[in-house]
């Protein structure tokens, strides 16, 4: 089992220029998650999905768009970069509905925009 | 909105010794976990407690909770070097299906 995985692991763009970044998960996991995470922070919840087909907006989602492909996958689109959308985007998932269930997440995307 | 704010911002101790974190929220709760991350890494979750329990144990670490005082607390006993990490605490808020996470301790176990 891979767990959560996320790419790129890295990546650098130039304001105004859109990336998708790419998540997934092995674990049949029904719900998945989007954060940011700034310098001396903790997380911040850009996006979630509940279920495969839904999908809310957390504490930040200006700038960005979510999909949730399948089951699997969850992919953050940032359509015209900032600055300020420099940070460390991390992935995650859990098993169930219940908000307190274990969440699991990826190694992190680390994103610079020029 | 930050719910839970971790208190200290860094601390520095011996091997063997305990380590001591402190989380602080503001609203009512249905659960409170606590997560480590390493350097460079993602997190990893270590432990929930629920509103309905005060003090819950798993290894090394015991949590407790006192929602009177809307703070819990995080002991890490015998320290190791590898225990070198940033701890958070994340938190419901109720219907919302979201955590809120602290900004975080850095622990630092030196050998």
């Known amino acids: 089992n891979a767990g959560v995985t996320q790419t790129p692991k890295f990546q650098v763009l130039k304001t105004g220029q859109s990336m998708t970044l790419q998540c997934a998960q092995d674990?049949?996991?029904?719900?998945m998650y989007w954060y940011r995470q700034d310098p001396g922070m903790g997380l911040r919840l850009i996006y979630y999905?509940?279920?495969?087909?839904?999908?809310d907006k957390g504490e930040v989602p200006n700038g960005y768009n979510v999909s949730r492909l399948n089951k699997r996958e969850f992919s953050l689109r940032l359509e015209s970069a900032a600055p300020s959308q420099t940070s460390v985007y991390f992935c995650?998932?859990?098993?169930?509905?219940?908000?307190?269930?274990?969440?699991?997440f990826g190694p992190g995307t680390r994103l610079t925009v020029l | 909105s930050q719910q839970g704010e971790e208190d200290p911002q860094a601390l520095s101790i011996q091997e063997g010794e305990n380590a001591t974190m402190n989380c602080s929220y503001k609203t009512s709760i249905n659960n409170l976990q606590w997560y480590r991350q390493n350097s460079g890494r993602g997190l990893v979750h270590l432990i929930l407690i629920r509103s309905n329990e005060r003090e819950k144990h798993s290894g090394r670490l015991r949590v407790t909770l006192d929602t009177s005082k809307k703070s819990s607390s995080l002991l890490i006993t015998a320290s190791r070097a590898a225990d070198t990490a940033s701890y958070f605490c994340a938190t419901d808020e109720g219907s919302a299906r979201q955590l809120t996470f602290g900004s975080g301790t850095q622990l630092t176990v030196l050998p």
């Open positions: 995650a998932s859990s098993g169930g509905l219940a908000i307190d269930d274990e969440q699991f």
């Open positions: 999905s509940a279920s495969e087909g839904t999908t």
């Open positions: 674990m049949n996991h029904n719900s």
